[in-house]
């Protein structure tokens, strides 16, 4: 039996859905640390690692067993802050493992959202992108085996295709704090798999109106970012919609189209 001792010197409560900020927060510490020093971690950073990895391995093993969906979300942030700084061989044992997890909470869309609370689970979508950003530092193959980058683009993109807060103006800090997570998620996709990603996102803007607008939505973020270097065929692709008659497509294409100027994919060079 694995515990780990809090402040008070409690063992790890697991139902306690706030348990995940504990170890969001050691995560941080030890990667701060990684990242500052000029040398191997001091001996009580390589002991919380230690238990971490512990956490880590004991969090997965548990995972079938939780059939509450809260508390594998809470889980999930966890899992991803923790595979930031667990041994990367250690990671990819479980990272499959992990992969599977993070796409069956992104296809529960109806068990994790209500009318009175109708957006992405903020832990859900933090705890993907982290663990998307541990595989892309592990070993990016991962996510090209057996579809899973399809199907993450595909789960991802069906929260930001779904109507409501996310695709409305005048978006509360909590949806905007949802909706940077999950541009987040596409960001370390897009800046690895750039043809997939975009390609994924061009084909989506010839479906529904949904779609159009979290396509559109979803690729103006990415031309005002890193990824925007990796974009392809945006103004080839992003022709049927000159035509499209619905105010907010043409609104969403127009600011669409500036974001390519600046990021100098139209062929003029940015704008002023």
Not at 15 to 30: C, G, M, Q, V, Y
Not at 113 to 137: F, K
Not at 210 to 227: I, K, N, P
């Amino acid at each position: 039996m694995v515990s780990c001792a809090t402040d008070h010197g409690d063992p790890l409560d697991t139902h306690d859905l706030t348990f995940a900020r504990d170890f969001a927060k050691a995560s941080k510490a030890i990667r701060s640390a990684g990242k500052s020093a000029s040398q191997a971690l001091p001996d009580d950073f390589k002991k919380a690692a230690q238990i971490l990895g512990a956490v880590f391995a004991l969090v997965m093993s548990a995972w079938t067993s939780w059939k509450d969906p809260n508390l594998r979300v809470a889980a999930l942030e966890a899992l991803g802050h923790i595979s930031l700084v667990i041994p990367k061989d250690q990671f990819l044992t479980n990272a499959d493992a992990l992969l599977e997890h993070i796409i069956s909470l992104l296809s529960r869309q109806g068990a994790l959202t209500s009318p009175a609370s109708p957006l992405p689970p903020l832990q859900l979508l933090r705890g993907a992108s982290l663990a998307l950003q541990a595989c892309i530092d592990a070993d990016p193959e991962i996510l090209t085996l057996e579809n899973t980058l399809q199907t993450m683009l595909s789960s991802l993109f069906a929260w930001a295709a779904l109507k409501g807060p996310l695709q409305e103006s005048g978006l509360s800090p909590e949806a905007l704090q949802s909706q940077a997570e999950l541009f987040q998620c596409f960001e370390i996709l897009a800046e690895c798999f750039g043809r997939e990603s975009f390609g994924f996102l061009l084909h989506k803007a010839k479906g529904s109106r949904e779609d159009r607008l979290a396509s559109l939505m979803v690729l103006r973020h990415l031309l005002g970012g890193r990824a925007a270097s990796g974009a392809v065929n945006i103004v080839e692709g992003m022709q049927q919609l000159l035509l499209d008659q619905d105010p907010a497509v043409g609104l969403m294409l127009g600011e669409l189209l500036v974001a390519a100027a600046n990021a100098d994919l139209l062929g003029s060079g940015p704008t002023e």
